[in-house]
């Protein structure tokens, strides 16, 4: 029995700048990934900065922080998740986006760029942020790109990444990944629609 192909046309993703702080180097990040994303034929790009979308601290569902963003995280069919890692885990600000809303993160991939000051990239953030998801019924998408000692990877002139061939390879690797489980979970959910 034959199987049918997935469906060709893009799958719109939601690039979600996870940082609200003074001197936060988020930006410059997603910049980058959605350079790479918005190059690409496969994918449609929303780019959701917790900076510009304050959220209210009580997490109210009606609250019109929340209703603003909810339809722009509904229509996404994938997530990549740009975040920092402060003190062994995940900005206190990206949790509240995270615990803000509830179908609109359900049964979607979600892949991970993380950074950090250290050695570790943002691994720990990253680590929490898939056991977070996976609440949720998401794919965490395997491999993620990582910027160990971020402030390493830009050059003299401040320019990020430092080294874009190998940045740039990863983010293929983790984009293709994401594209791929964006298409078959949107192809199941027509014929099956997901109940949580």
């Not at 690039?15 to 449609?44: E, K, N, Q």
Request: glycine fraction near 6%; charge should be negative.
């Amino acid at each position: 029995m034959a199987v049918a192909p997935a469906s060709p046309e893009p799958v719109r993703v939601v690039v979600v700048v996870g940082s609200a702080r003074d001197g936060r180097l988020a930006p410059d990040i997603a910049r980058w990934l959605a350079d790479r994303t918005d190059r690409r034929d496969d994918l449609v790009t929303d780019v959701v900065d917790l900076a510009d979308t304050p959220l209210p601290a009580s997490l109210a569902p009606d609250a019109p922080q929340t209703v603003a963003l909810r339809p722009r995280l509904a229509a996404a069919e994938a997530f990549v998740i740009v975040v920092p890692e402060y003190n062994r885990g995940v900005p206190g600000p990206l949790k509240t986006l995270i615990d803000s809303f509830n179908a609109e993160w359900e049964a979607k991939p979600v892949a991970f760029v993380g950074y950090g000051l250290g050695m570790a990239g943002g691994v720990r953030a990253v680590e929490h942020l898939r056991q977070v998801f996976a609440e949720f019924h998401c794919v965490g998408v395997k491999d993620t790109v990582s910027f160990p000692r971020v402030l390493e990877h830009y050059d003299a002139e401040g320019r990020f990444p430092a080294d874009p061939e190998a940045a740039g390879a990863a983010a293929k690797v983790m984009l293709d990944q994401l594209v791929w489980w964006g298409r078959v979970l949107r192809d199941a959910k027509r014929l099956h629609p997901y109940r949580s």
